[in-house]
């Protein structure tokens, strides 16, 4: 409480630079960044814009996830998948369902084994997150999986 009373100028540069830093993130097109745990994390990519964000970014995040679903010739992107990040010890880091084609995590460097599922079908990856060299992980489901029927 020290600091702040006989400091007051250090109060609002720290106050504008979250502002600034928030208002930059979302001029990036980048979606809001989320918190499970103590793990940062965003997802989304829905639109050229907030996917080429989220591409862009990825460089800076220490885990990147991608979803697709293969058609014919080549892969759509893909929303809703349910991401499940365990640690070496199999304990659960990460769980959320994705927004987007993507998901961005900030987890610690560490051995990890990734579930992501799409209309009851469950692809595993094993992914290892080093220290200062970003991840990242392409799951790609068959033909027909999350397609709607009428």
Known sequence: MKILTSKPGLLS???????YASVAHAAAGLPPIQ???SIDYLTGGIGQTESTAIE???????LTLE???KDKTRAD??????????????????????????VLAKLQP??????ASLDGKTLH??????SGQPAKAVFVWPTGTGEVHS
């Not at 560490?110 to 579930?115: E, I, T």
């Not at 990856?125 to 080093?130: D, E, L, S, T």
Request: charged share 20%; hydrophobic share 45%.
């Open 13 to 19: 540069t720290t106050c504008a630079l979250m502002v």
């Open 35 to 37: 918190r499970m745990g």
């Open 56 to 62: 862009h970014a990825s460089h800076s995040w220490p």
């Open 67 to 69: 979803f697709a679903v």
């Open 77 to 102: 992107f893909v929303s809703g998948v349910t991401v499940e990040v365990r640690d070496a010890a199999r304990h659960v880091n990460f769980k959320v369902k994705s927004d987007g084609p993507f």
């Open 110 to 115: 560490g051995r990890y084994v990734v579930d």
């Open 125 to 130: 990856k094993k992914v290892v997150v080093a």
